[in-house]
């Protein structure tokens, strides 16, 4: 009984491990949205995989004011404390696709692309 509850505790923590970290990959002039409908508090740690820039801008969703605004340089590794009433940016305004590798401390709600004009 032992044995089993420890391979069940090591299957959910492989498991739930795998859910936080995720490699992100943002087309030309485009914008990916992170934590749009998010409700809870989080951080993130975020490296950039590629050999561009990546602007990352932090929005608050009640007043869209921005709260902050950084340049993710290649090989970079930056990590941040977002709030629920905040929304994070990256925006890549590069000519070639890049990524970045993005690890979670939680689920986080509302994700999505949009093009930039």
Not at 42 to 59: M, P
């Amino acid at each position: 009984m032992k044995k089993l509850l420890l391979i069940g505790f090591i299957f959910f923590a492989v498991i739930s491990s795998g859910f936080s970290k995720s490699g992100l990959t943002i087309p030309v002039n485009q914008t990916f949205i992170l934590g749009e409908l998010n409700a809870k508090n989080y951080s993130a740690e975020f490296a950039n995989v590629s050999e561009f820039k990546v602007l990352i801008t932090i929005q608050s969703k009640t007043s869209a004011q921005i709260l902050n605004e950084l340049e993710l340089q290649p090989n970079q590794k930056i990590k941040l404390f977002i709030s629920k009433d905040e929304i994070a940016y990256f925006k890549n305004d590069n000519e070639q696709v890049v990524k970045v590798s993005l690890d979670l401390n939680k689920g986080v709600e509302g994700m999505r692309y949009i093009k930039e004009k």
